[in-house]
């Protein structure tokens, strides 16, 4: 999560976007910022807690990540983030590696048994299990270093104990340094850091968004601008007839009803090619309307379209989001992935939460270390020293000490328990600090070579040199992992491509802009006192052109699926030229295209080109059905069988017998049965196509005028004062649209309509074009300046983004040199006490077999009716 946090932050570098902060999230930017000062001064008291010493603790995390580091070698290799999996299931199926890293885990459920079948031989009614059990004598330094092994072993397990528990310390230190910087980052982020020259990112993004906002035709500069017009209703009027119109056409087109015909969609399996290929124009055609076409129709609109979105200037708005995007980008991500930990209290309350529960369960896994020591220590000093007493046996009483057994039988019963719970709880923590260790070492390590590594695994679209790739590879490095003092510029940094030209975002804001705004206000009177009508605009003359030109349904194709559809499939095996069907168009006669842009010039099929194929080929006459083209054939009987279709009284289809059966023959030459599937198949394809004829499913929708009547652009008409009837305009310029269904025939009109619908709308905004441009020109300057020059001088020079690098190593700090290394200490030292706890328990249950044999063995010799005479050698 850490690592896609970091690499999102400087992805967002080079993506680009154009919304705008809602006031939601500035309000949510103001709180979490707040929130940031208030928690940097709780978290931040007394500096950083804790000492790191980064090359020994950079060995425990390679220690921890293994000595292949198998997760960065995972994402190296991965193709993409589907091919992890794959890659991961490669890398894992060696056993060695969950051995080495998870040996503590596979020994719990073994030690588990050993503790029952050792169980089983303490139990009183099972005195039987223990095998060779007689009285038996030990030689004094064979308990000696018995004894000395139970003493050494357990003052090693109080130590790994105590080590446990002070690694808590650096648990705790890790989390509040981690939540200083994180609240640090946070409140440098969004509110800025004055002593590294950084404004915020949120005025950062506040400012470029207001300059962006001020190119829009409806922001504050533009309203300014209008108010120097008394002429803008009759062009608003004129600009959302011609939007509203267009809008009207780029809806149909994407119509499913439209583009993938059929109830449900595409169930006819044609889809209209000229609705996605139109689609470039129109939308061309949209964003000059759009930036500008009616509004800037106005003297000082057509100004700021001249400057703005204009041959001069018409990347300044892209521009001026491919600096937006990375910021914005960069602000939310950094905002959404800590405002946990600076919002309300439940970062403070997990943090105690994790330093209390933390040091109590060390404590408590002390105590009970402690315990068992104490318990296995007394019964090695009693098997040292108090095994066996004379005077009792002088006095006819058991000799053996009648506690070594039961001191040692708590001792190795119990350190049963305890190993299993430390290596459970060791071999856990093991584990989860693997994929820790190698985040950290991966962030640590993180440069350019190892970003290119990693980005198809990460889904990280990069190519290597690329202006993307640059960008993002110097944010990473001079602004995170770079630890240099010089102060580094964003703008510096931030790269996009400006007439064919890579530049940096300062360099095209301070260089580029400022003196193209300046040279275009030079040329204002020049550029406005030319023809400013778009009637002729190359885009609107072609869109139109599109339409009149030709029919859509010369362009609704059968789609690439039908060619395997069981139905339709043996058309791909005929022969004569059938497979023309698969790119035959829903049209009857055959349409040239001419060489017009994007559509290519050349003839698309029609239905009838078709059908006389098929007659040519394979029939032997045609079967007229109903007024439309799409007429059946009777399929031929040379060497194959054919199906007669004829129609019954109600214009139903069905089968015949007679001459013909309603399937191929099997026959000894396949190329003929092929042949005769073909032309059935055909035959069916000719009845979908017969189908989607007269389907009446298509939209063609209109509008409502005033009184909620039809109402279609195509019938505007202007009057001699310049005013215009019939324009679909209702109360307060806003047009209501009516949906309408309609066949293919009447699509095909409709579309074609549109011709005559831009011409109007657009001749109306031409026509609506004022000429006065007095004293705009300095009212002009003074407003870009205004909104959009001074702007640009105040973020260039606010843009410094060393802060970052301290942050993200802080956190490196304290999420990996502290909180994951204390982890690994403590999944080291239990897992060792465990396994160390084994050998004292080998000791006590030798102890107490010793012990409870003797014991056992010295009262049956009574209870059989002799004294004993003393313990074999053993």
Same mark, same amino acid.
């Given at each position: 999560m850490?690592?896609?946090?970091f690499l999102?932050?400087?992805?967002?570098?080079?993506?680009l976007?154009?919304?705008?902060?809602s006031?939601?999230e500035?309000?949510?930017?103001?709180?979490?910022?707040?929130?940031?000062?208030?928690?940097?001064e709780?978290?931040?008291?007394g500096?950083?807690?804790?000492?790191i010493?980064?090359?020994?603790?950079?060995e425990?995390?390679?220690?921890?990540a293994?000595?292949?580091d198998?997760?960065r070698?995972?994402l190296?290799?991965?193709?993409?983030?589907?091919?992890?999996?794959?890659?991961?299931? *490669?890398?894992?199926?060696?056993?060695? !590696?969950?051995?080495?890293?998870?040996?503590a885990?596979?020994?719990v459920?073994?030690?588990?048994?050993?503790?029952?079948?050792?169980?089983?031989?303490?139990?009183?009614?099972?005195?039987?299990?223990r095998?060779?059990?007689?009285?038996?004598?030990?030689?004094?330094?064979?308990?000696?270093?018995?004894?000395?092994?139970?003493?050494?072993?357990?003052?090693?397990?109080?130590?790994l104990?105590?080590?446990?528990?002070?690694? #808590?310390s650096k648990?705790?230190?890790?989390?509040?340094?981690l939540?200083?910087?994180?609240?640090?980052?946070?409140?440098?982020?969004?509110s800025?850091?004055?002593?590294?020259?950084?404004?915020?990112?949120?005025?950062f993004?506040r400012?470029?968004?207001?300059?962006e906002?001020?190119l829009?035709?409806?922001?504050?500069?533009?309203?300014?601008?209008s108010?120097?017009?008394d002429?803008?209703?009759?062009i608003e009027?004129?600009?959302?007839?011609?939007?509203?119109?267009?809008?009207?056409?780029?809806?149909?087109?994407q119509? =499913?009803?439209?583009?993938?015909?059929?109830?449900?969609a595409?169930?006819?399996?044609?889809?209209?090619?000229?609705?996605?290929?139109?689609?470039?124009?129109?939308?061309?055609?949209i964003t000059?309307?759009?930036?500008?076409?009616g509004?800037?129709?106005?003297e000082?609109r057509?100004?700021?379209?001249?400057?703005?979105t204009?041959?001069?200037?018409?990347?300044?708005?892209q521009?001026l989001?491919?600096?937006?995007?990375p910021?914005?980008?960069?602000?939310?991500?950094?905002? &959404?992935?800590?405002?946990?930990?600076?919002?309300?209290?439940?970062? *403070?309350?997990?943090?105690?939460?994790?330093?209390?529960?933390q040091s109590?369960?060390?404590?408590?896994?002390?105590?009970?270390l402690?315990l068992?020591?104490i318990?296995?220590?007394?019964s090695a000093?009693?098997f040292?020293?108090r095994?066996?007493?004379?005077?009792?046996?002088?006095?006819?009483?058991n000799?053996y000490?009648?506690?070594?057994?039961c001191?040692?039988?708590?001792?190795?019963?119990?350190?049963?328990?305890?190993?299993?719970?430390?290596?459970?709880?060791g071999?856990i923590?093991?584990?989860?600090?693997?994929? =820790?260790?190698?985040?950290?070492?991966?962030m640590?390590?993180?440069?350019?070579?190892?970003?290119?590594?990693?980005?198809?695994a990460?889904?990280?679209?990069? *190519?290597p040199?690329?202006?993307?790739f640059n #960008?993002?590879?110097d944010?990473?490095?001079?602004?995170?992992?770079d630890?240099?003092t &010089?102060?580094?510029?964003?703008?510096d940094?931030?790269?996009?491509t400006?007439?064919?030209?890579?530049q940096?975002m300062?360099?095209?804001?301070?260089?580029?802009?400022?003196?193209?705004?300046?040279?275009?206000?030079?040329?204002?009177t020049?550029?406005?006192s +030319?023809?400013?009508?778009?009637s002729?605009? @190359?885009?609107?003359?072609?869109?139109?052109?599109?339409f009149?030109?030709?029919?859509? &349904?010369?362009?609704i194709?059968?789609?690439?699926?039908?060619?395997?559809?069981?139905?339709?499939?043996?058309?791909?095996g005929g022969?004569?030229?059938v497979?023309?069907?698969?790119?035959?168009?829903?049209?009857? *006669?055959?349409?040239?295209v001419?060489?017009?842009p994007?559509?290519q010039?050349?003839?698309?099929?029609?239905?009838?080109?078709?059908?006389?194929?098929?007659?040519?080929?394979?029939?032997?006459g =045609?079967?007229?059905? +109903?007024?439309?083209?799409a007429?059946?054939?009777?399929?031929?009987?040379?060497?194959?069988?054919?199906?007669?279709?004829?129609?019954?009284?109600?214009?139903?289809?069905?089968?015949?017998?007679?001459?013909?059966?309603?399937?191929?023959? #099997?026959e000894p030459d396949?190329?003929?049965?092929?042949g005769?599937q073909?032309?059935?198949?055909?035959?069916?394809?000719?009845d979908?196509?017969r189908?989607?004829?007269t389907?009446?499913?298509f939209?063609?929708?209109?509008?409502?005028?005033?009184?909620g009547?039809?109402?279609?652009?195509?019938?505007?008409t202007?009057?001699p004062?310049?005013?215009w009837?019939?324009?679909?305009?209702?109360?307060?310029?806003?047009m209501?649209?009516r949906?309408?269904?309609?066949?293919l025939?009447e699509?095909?009109?409709?579309?074609?309509?549109?011709?005559?619908?831009?011409?109007?709308?657009?001749?109306?905004l031409?026509?609506?074009?004022?000429?006065?441009?007095?004293?705009i020109?300095?009212?002009?300057?003074?407003?870009?300046?205004? !909104?959009?020059?001074?702007?640009?001088?105040?973020?260039?020079?606010?843009?410094?983004?060393?802060?970052?690098?301290?942050?993200?190593?802080?956190?490196?700090?304290g999420?990996?040199?502290?909180?994951?290394?204390?982890l690994?200490?403590?999944?080291?030292?239990?897992?060792?006490?465990?396994?160390?706890?084994?050998v004292?328990?080998?000791?006590?249950?030798?102890i107490?077999?010793?012990s409870? &044999?003797?014991?056992?063995?010295? @009262?049956?010799?009574?209870?059989?009716?002799y004294?004993?005479?003393g313990?074999?050698?053993a």
């Open positions: 850490m690592l896609r946090l999102a932050v400087c992805a967002a570098s080079s993506v976007t154009a919304a705008q902060t006031p939601s500035l309000a949510e930017d103001q709180k979490v910022a707040a929130d940031a000062s208030a928690k940097a709780l978290y931040c008291a500096g950083f807690k804790g000492k010493d980064r090359a020994a603790d950079r425990v995390l390679e220690g921890g293994g000595d292949d198998k997760l070698k995972i190296i290799e991965a193709e993409d983030s589907k091919d992890v999996e794959r890659v991961a299931e *490669e890398e894992f199926a060696d056993q060695g !590696f969950f051995l080495s890293k998870a040996s885990l596979a020994f459920p073994i030690l588990l048994i050993i503790w029952l079948i050792c169980c089983w031989t303490a139990c009183p009614c099972c005195k039987c299990c095998c060779g059990s007689k009285e038996r004598s030990t030689p004094l330094p064979v308990k000696l270093l018995i004894a000395l092994i139970v003493l050494v072993f357990f003052l090693v397990i109080i130590i104990g105590v080590m446990g528990m002070n690694a #808590t648990t705790s230190d890790g989390m509040e340094n939540g200083c910087t994180a609240a640090v980052l946070l409140n440098s982020t969004l800025g850091n004055a002593e590294r020259g950084f404004i915020g990112l949120t005025p993004v400012t470029l968004e207001g300059m906002a001020n829009d035709p409806n922001s504050v500069m533009m309203n300014q601008i108010s120097l017009l002429q803008t209703a009759p009027q004129a600009t959302v007839v011609a939007s509203g119109t267009l809008a009207l056409l780029q809806n149909m087109l119509s =499913q009803s439209n583009s993938n015909p059929g109830d449900p595409g169930a006819f399996m044609h889809e209209c090619q000229f609705c996605s290929e139109v689609a470039p124009l129109l939308s061309d055609a000059l309307l759009n930036n500008g076409v509004q800037a129709l106005t000082a057509a100004t700021v379209d001249a400057q703005l204009g041959s001069a200037l018409t990347d300044l708005r521009s989001s491919d600096g937006i995007k910021m914005r980008e960069m602000k939310n991500l950094v905002r &959404d992935a800590f405002k946990g930990i600076v919002e309300g209290d439940d970062f *403070e309350t997990i943090r105690n939460d994790i330093s209390s529960g109590a369960f060390t404590a408590v896994i002390l105590v009970v402690i068992l020591a318990c296995g220590c007394v000093c009693l040292v020293l095994e066996k007493s004379e005077a009792s046996a002088s006095a006819g009483r000799p000490n009648m506690a070594l057994p001191c040692s039988c708590w001792t190795w019963c119990c350190g049963f328990l305890v190993a299993a719970l430390l290596l459970f709880i071999g923590l093991i584990v989860l600090v693997v994929p =820790q260790s190698s985040l950290c070492l991966i640590e390590d993180m440069n350019r070579e190892l970003l290119l590594d990693i980005s198809p990460l889904e990280i679209d990069l *190519e040199n690329s202006t993307d #960008t993002f590879a944010v990473l490095e001079k602004c995170f992992v630890r240099g &010089d102060l580094t510029n964003m703008m940094l931030i790269r996009l400006a007439n064919g030209t890579e940096t300062r360099e095209y804001l301070d260089d580029t802009v400022n003196s193209q705004l300046t040279a275009g206000f030079d040329s204002l020049a550029a406005s +030319g023809d400013l009508a778009i002729s605009n @190359e885009q609107i003359v072609a869109l139109r052109s599109m009149r030109d030709n029919p859509i &349904d010369a362009f194709f059968p789609k690439e699926s039908l060619r395997d559809d069981p139905t339709y499939q043996a058309i791909a022969h004569g030229g497979q023309v069907a698969f790119v035959t168009t829903t049209r009857c *006669e055959n349409h040239t001419a060489d017009q994007p559509l010039a050349g003839t698309l099929p029609g239905i009838l080109n078709l059908v006389d194929t098929m007659v040519r080929t394979y029939a032997s =045609q079967i007229p059905y +109903g007024l439309t083209c007429q059946n054939v009777i399929c031929g009987d040379q060497a194959y069988d054919a199906t007669d279709r004829r129609l019954q009284d109600n214009g139903e289809r069905q089968l015949q017998t007679g001459p013909f059966v309603g399937k191929c023959l #099997t396949a190329a003929a049965n092929r005769c073909a032309c059935q198949a055909a035959n069916r394809f000719i979908l196509k189908d989607l004829l389907w009446s499913g939209k063609c929708d209109i509008f409502q005028d005033a009184s009547a039809d109402c279609d652009p195509r019938d505007m202007r009057n004062d310049g005013t009837n019939n324009d679909c305009l209702r109360s307060g310029n806003v209501v649209r949906e309408k269904a309609c066949t025939v699509f095909e009109v409709y579309m074609r309509d549109f011709d005559e619908r831009i011409r109007k709308v657009i001749e109306r031409d026509d609506a074009v004022p000429t006065a441009l007095t004293n020109d300095l009212d002009m300057r003074r407003i870009v300046k205004e !909104f959009v020059q001074d702007p640009i001088n105040g973020v260039v020079g606010g843009s410094n983004c060393n802060f970052l690098s301290d942050a993200y190593h802080g956190i490196i700090d999420y990996c040199y502290q909180a994951v290394i204390s690994r200490m403590m999944g080291n030292s239990y897992a060792v006490c465990g396994f160390l706890i084994l004292t328990i080998i000791c006590s249950y030798g107490w077999r010793r409870i &044999d003797n014991v056992n063995s010295w @009262e049956a010799g009574r209870a059989a009716g004294a004993p005479g313990a074999v050698s």
